[in-house]
T-cell receptor, first 114, second 114 residues
């Protein structure tokens, strides 16, 4: 089946620094990838849609200048959390959509901001 | 976005028992998806439903797309310890529109006692 990877799997950073998270589709091309955030014991909340070669579209309430998304190739999307603060600590999960419009989720990245 | 109400929030069962959980939406959906998430991992698709009234099985799992298109249920028969995890229902963020942007229910935490 289709595999999506994320790197890193977990990261700890200091408040005020920026963190980049990668999402890769390993065996298929994805023109569309999605970024979700999941707080402890809560559901996944869609943050933004990442489109290859164009600007990402963000859901209401998500700051585009804080969560920078770059989808430079058909197999890679990156999410950069800029000037991270403790309230940004969360589990960030990406998904990639294949040519049949099926979404496959990555294993997630645990971000802790101290 | 569309609201998905998932119940129960948690279940504690004995190995071998059957399990049932359901999801309702405030508006009509054209797709229902059921995912399982293990701790620290991304969700994995279990069953996808695309047609009202559709009943689909995947091994010991059975899911149905409600006739009203506003609900779905997932049944697990003869539960085993590895069924432990959080089960999420999901559907299109915009209700009857694109399949691609997903909204998730709050999840059902399943614990199976050996």
């Amino acid at each position: 089946g289709a595999v999506v990877s994320q790197h890193p799997s977990w990261v700890i950073c200091k408040s005020g620094t920026s963190v980049k998270i990668e999402c890769r589709s390993l065996d298929f091309q994805a023109t569309t990838m999605f970024w979700y955030r999941q707080f402890p014991k809560q559901s996944l909340m869609l943050m933004a849609t990442s489109n290859e070669g164009s600007k990402a579209t963000y859901e209401q309430g998500v700051e585009k200048d804080k969560f920078l998304i770059n989808h430079a190739s058909l197999t890679l999307s990156t999410l950069t959390v800029t000037s991270a603060h403790p309230e940004d600590s969360s589990f960030y999960i990406c998904s990639a959509e294949d040519s049949f419009s099926e979404q496959y989720f990555g294993p997630g990245t645990r971000l802790t901001v101290t | 976005g569309q609201q998905l109400n998932q119940s129960p929030q948690s279940m504690f069962i004995q190995e071998g028992e059957d399990v049932s959980m359901n999801c309702t939406s405030s508006s009509i959906f054209n797709t229902w998806l059921w995912y399982k998430q293990d701790p620290g991992e991304g969700p994995v698709l279990l069953i996808a439903l695309y047609k009202a009234g559709e009943l689909t099985s995947n091994g010991r799992l059975t899911a149905q797309f409600g006739i009203t298109r506003k609900d779905s249920f997932l049944n697990i028969s003869a539960s085993i310890p590895s069924d432990v995890g959080i089960y999420f229902c999901a559907g299109p963020l915009t209700g009857g529109g694109s399949n691609y942007k997903l909204t998730f229910g709050k999840g059902t935490l399943l614990t199976v006692n050996p």
